[in-house]
């Protein structure tokens, strides 16, 4: 069984953009560039995109103010673990975070995300192939292979809740 370790693990991999075992703001400025990139060129204007960069940038911030404990301007895995131990510090990043993604995913706002867009989005983050395949498949697609914005938002946000086992996002660690 997936535990919050586990997907903790795979977060900080993802987010260590450069590989070079630690979390810097390079990284996520990185991070938020793939994203952004790989957004559908029909979304509402800029502000979902500005929505993201800014999501991003709170997501580091907030490590880098509750998790760098040396206060060297980067955060190591054994640093970045200890959030499994305290997720209300990260509440509020993380909501934002899965709001502007979420968002992200649905341009013409009609609170579904297609396939092909999500999967853009999540290979832009990082995550595999047939990781991204099986959690989309996990959350129920309508007959024209989309989901609800809602519902990806919501597993976003179970995502980094230690407590909760058996989640729809544990597909992500494969």
């Given at each position: 069984m997936?535990?919050?370790v586990?997907?903790?693990?795979?977060?900080?991999?993802?987010?260590?953009?450069?590989?070079?075992g630690?979390?810097?703001?390079?990284?996520?400025?990185?991070?938020?560039?793939?994203v952004?990139?790989?957004?559908a060129?029909?979304?509402?204007?800029?502000?979902?995109?500005?929505?993201?960069r800014?999501?991003?940038?709170?997501?580091?911030?907030?490590?880098?103010?509750?998790?760098?404990?040396?206060?060297?301007?980067?955060?190591?895995?054994?640093?970045?673990?200890?959030?499994?131990?305290?997720?209300e510090?990260?509440?509020g990043?993380i909501?934002?975070?899965?709001?502007?993604?979420?968002?992200?995913?649905?341009?013409?706002?009609?609170?579904?995300?297609?396939?092909e867009?999500?999967?853009?989005?999540m290979l832009?983050?990082?995550?595999a192939?047939d990781?991204?395949?099986?959690?989309?498949?996990a959350?129920?697609?309508?007959?024209q292979?989309?989901?609800?914005?809602?519902?990806?938002?919501?597993s976003?946000?179970?995502?980094?809740?230690?407590?909760?086992?058996?989640?729809?996002?544990?597909?992500l660690?494969?």
């Amino acid at each position: 069984m997936t535990t919050a370790v586990d997907r903790i693990k795979l977060i900080f991999e993802l987010f260590d953009v450069d590989r070079n075992g630690f979390l810097e703001a390079r990284d996520f400025s990185l991070m938020a560039e793939r994203v952004d990139a790989a957004a559908a060129a029909e979304a509402a204007g800029d502000a979902p995109r500005r929505a993201m960069r800014a999501a991003f940038s709170r997501y580091w911030e907030t490590l880098r103010h509750e998790l760098d404990a040396n206060r060297d301007g980067r955060v190591s895995y054994e640093e970045f673990a200890a959030c499994v131990l305290s997720p209300e510090k990260f509440e509020g990043t993380i909501v934002e975070f899965a709001d502007a993604l979420s968002t992200l995913g649905d341009p013409d706002g009609d609170g579904l995300v297609e396939h092909e867009l999500f999967t853009e989005l999540m290979l832009a983050i990082g995550f595999a192939p047939d990781n991204i395949d099986a959690l989309f498949d996990a959350f129920g697609p309508d007959d024209q292979d989309r989901i609800e914005v809602s519902v990806w938002n919501g597993s976003i946000r179970d995502y980094y809740h230690p407590e909760k086992t058996g989640i729809t996002g544990d597909h992500l660690v494969g």
